[in-house]
């Protein structure tokens, strides 16, 4: 069995506010759904990214990953294409596809995000660290950046050696 008595067997219910969740460079990310409770088919995330915050370009290379966003404006760059997700919209990331997004707004932007076949949710869990209600999201040096990135390999993740 997996959180909240999920198993791949069986529908179940993850409340809203609940799931594991980490502080991943200065930004909130919640495991709603793990590769654990749907036999690696899907993986479901939520995630507040602060204004200004997001990652390097990157690629999945195992992955596929789709984002849609609930508010806030984050701009995102998929391959060759740049443009702006605002509430309600939805961006797929074919797996191999370099992409990136950054929160443009002054807000923070809030998406549920997903990765098919599931896996990549271990790498935030991994490098990241459990979130401690009422404390303030710390945000990340060097040290903290290239520790997530020597270790991201492991999960299908291709990017910058240094930030």
Same mark, same amino acid.
């Given at each position: 069995m997996s959180e909240h008595g999920?198993? !791949?067997e069986q529908p179940a219910l993850v !409340?809203? &506010?609940e799931g594991e969740t980490i502080?991943?460079? &200065?930004n909130v990310y919640t495991v709603k759904i793990s590769g654990d409770a749907t036999n690696g088919a899907l993986s479901v +995330?939520? %995630? %507040?990214? +602060? !204004? &200004?915050c997001g990652p390097p370009p990157h690629v999945h290379t195992e992955s596929d990953e789709v984002f849609h966003v609930l508010s806030g404006q984050l701009e995102f760059q998929v391959g060759e294409d740049r443009f702006t997700g605002k509430a309600g919209d939805y961006v797929f990331v074919p797996h191999g596809t370099p992409h990136c997004f950054k929160n443009v707004g002054v807000h923070v932007a809030h998406t549920i995000f997903a990765y098919t076949p599931a896996g990549f949710e271990k790498f935030f869990l991994a490098s990241g660290q459990p979130a401690v209600p009422g404390t303030p999201v710390p945000q990340w040096g060097p040290e903290e950046f290239a520790r997530a990135v020597a270790i991201a390999p492991n999960f299908g993740w291709e990017g910058p050696s240094t930030k």
């Open positions: 999920i198993t !791949p !409340p809203a &506010g502080w991943f460079d &200065g +995330l939520e %995630s %507040s990214v +602060l !204004p &200004g």
